[in-house]
């Protein structure tokens, strides 16, 4: 109907702004929440590191006993990511992730006031069964609500995201560690916040859950009906195992070539990588409008390969430093690119399962890091450990290059450029 004079009190009534901004700031506020509650993963470790020593101290244990302290997470995180996906499946994703962000907030806000190892532990416990629901819930919740190019931007964003809480995280715990190691734990509670606003804002309509009728066959039935599943998994896997190399066997390998100083061995270890990680996660959207899933994977395992050969053979300063540049660029490539394609490689009632192989291969992968690379570099030398992990990422290249592991499937349904409505 045109707009003229006499109808236009008739048009502003039927076309009332008020419900239209009411939706536009509900979506953004779904947005900014998954966004955040995607840097919770990487916080629960990160936020440990700086006041690791102090609580070793503290609490008279040994380097390997507060090593617990940082992978009791990750460990629990891998093995209860497929239960988590089967609740996210018959259930859906809203009430799962609000209970999962508390849950994340009081585990990991507990260590506040743990008077001993053993309760700090089952507080990580704790801890970890939240991060499993919070990493599969925001997973599901980001793919469900967003399709089509907006997606590939959405996916780009909680790199950045995730990237950038990676260093401000711990930054904020070394700050809070100064008063005491208990104060740091307090930067968990956000999860409770984050939870309450999750079930505030979350539609009723993202991943509504699918109930156990539809979702027969479980795992094991969408393994079969789509092997490319493990091939993908078994990337997230190897994805896993090198990210951690650099991280703990970095700052010994720096020490080689005569660079000490904390501020220096953040900036190769974690600052650089994570910049760049960042600065890719803004772009990636223009990225994947020109490149396939499997060109992407393909362009991830060139630039981890970089990283290692750097890694391992130079050892002037100034070149070394594009080794976490190229590293930031491989994972900011790679993990939107394989969490699509897992999610795509199955039907929406089994997606949360789907998409807990994620979970548990990427943290399967990173507990076991320091336990495949630690013996051969106590056995050889650090640059054989980092060549290793370049061999790792060649397998990727190979396998994204010879194999149709990372090719997109057809579609299920048609994809909607924009968010389900709420």
């Known amino acids: 109907m045109?707009?003229?004079?006499?109808?236009?009190?008739?048009?502003?009534?039927?076309?009332?702004?008020?419900?239209?901004?009411?939706?536009?700031?509900?979506?953004?506020l779904v947005l900014w929440v998954l966004l955040l509650a995607s840097t919770l993963g990487v916080m629960a470790g990160a936020t440990v590191a700086p006041v690791l020593a102090l609580?070793?101290?503290?609490?008279?244990?040994?380097?390997?006993a507060a090593g617990f302290i940082i992978t009791t997470h990750g460990l629990t995180i891998a093995v209860t990511s497929p239960l988590v996906g089967c609740a996210i499946d018959r259930w859906g994703v809203r009430a799962p992730l609000?209970?999962?962000?508390?849950?994340?907030?009081?585990?990991?806000?507990?260590?506040?006031?743990?008077?001993?190892?053993?309760?700090?532990?089952?507080?990580?416990?704790?801890?970890?069964?939240?991060?499993?629901?919070?990493?599969?819930?925001?997973?599901?919740?980001?793919?469900?609500?967003?399709?089509?190019?907006?997606?590939?931007?959405?996916?780009?964003?909680?790199?950045?995201?995730?990237?950038?809480?990676?260093?401000?995280?711990?930054?904020?715990?070394?700050?809070?560690?100064?008063?005491?190691?208990?104060?740091?734990?307090?930067?968990?509670?956000?999860?409770?916040?984050?939870?309450?606003?999750?079930?505030?804002?979350?539609?009723?309509?993202?991943?509504?859950?699918?109930?156990?009728?539809?979702?027969?066959?479980?795992?094991?039935?969408?393994?079969?009906?789509?092997?490319?599943?493990?091939?993908?998994?078994?990337?997230?896997?190897?994805?896993?195992?090198?990210?951690y190399v650099p991280a703990v066997f970095l700052p010994k390998r720096l020490e080689e070539i005569g660079i000490t100083s904390p501020f220096l061995?953040?900036?190769?270890?974690?600052?650089?990588?994570?910049?760049?990680?960042?600065?890719?996660?803004?772009?990636?959207?223009r990225?994947?409008?020109?490149?396939?899933?499997?060109?992407?994977?393909?362009?991830?395992?060139?630039?981890?390969l970089g990283a290692f050969l750097l890694y391992g053979t130079v050892s002037h300063p100034v070149p070394l430093l594009l080794a976490p540049a190229f590293a930031g660029v491989g994972n900011a490539l790679a993990m939107p690119a394989l969490t699509v394609l897992i999610a795509d490689h199955a039907p929406a009632g089994l997606r949360g399962r789907a998409t807990s192989l994620q979970g548990t291969a990427m943290f399967t992968g990173q507990f076991l890091s320091p336990l495949l690379a630690g013996p051969l570099i106590a056995a050889t030398s650090h640059t054989t450990g980092f060549l290793a992990a370049g061999g790792v990422a060649a397998a990727v290249l190979t396998t994204a290059t010879l194999t149709r592991v990372a090719a997109t499937p057809e579609p299920a349904e048609p994809a909607e450029s924009s968010p389900a409505p709420s």
């Open 2 to 28: 045109p707009v003229t004079r006499r109808n236009l009190p008739q048009f502003f009534a039927s076309h009332s702004l008020v419900p239209m901004t009411g939706i536009f700031w509900r979506r953004h």
């Open 55 to 64: 609580i070793q101290n503290d609490l008279d244990v040994s380097g390997t």
């Open 98 to 243: 609000g209970a999962g962000l508390v849950l994340y907030g009081l585990g990991g806000g507990a260590g506040l006031v743990a008077p001993d190892y053993p309760s700090l532990i089952a507080s990580r416990f704790a801890l970890g069964l939240g991060a499993s629901v919070v990493f599969t819930g925001t997973t599901v919740a980001l793919l469900t609500l967003y399709q089509g190019s907006m997606r590939d931007r959405v996916m780009g964003w909680r790199t950045t995201a995730t990237t950038a809480g990676g260093v401000l995280w711990p930054l904020l715990a070394g700050v809070l560690g100064g008063v005491s190691w208990h104060a740091a734990f307090g930067i968990y509670l956000v999860g409770i916040p984050l939870g309450v606003a999750a079930l505030l804002a979350m539609p009723t309509g993202a991943s509504p859950g699918s109930g156990p009728g539809e979702t027969s066959g479980g795992l094991f039935g969408l393994l079969r009906t789509s092997p490319a599943l493990l091939g993908l998994a078994g990337i997230v896997l190897a994805s896993g195992i090198m990210m």
């Open 265 to 285: 061995v953040a900036v190769y270890g974690v600052t650089l990588a994570a910049v760049t990680a960042s600065l890719v996660g803004l772009v990636y959207a």
């Open 287 to 304: 990225v994947r409008a020109r490149l396939s899933h499997a060109a992407i994977l393909r362009l991830a395992a060139v630039s981890w």
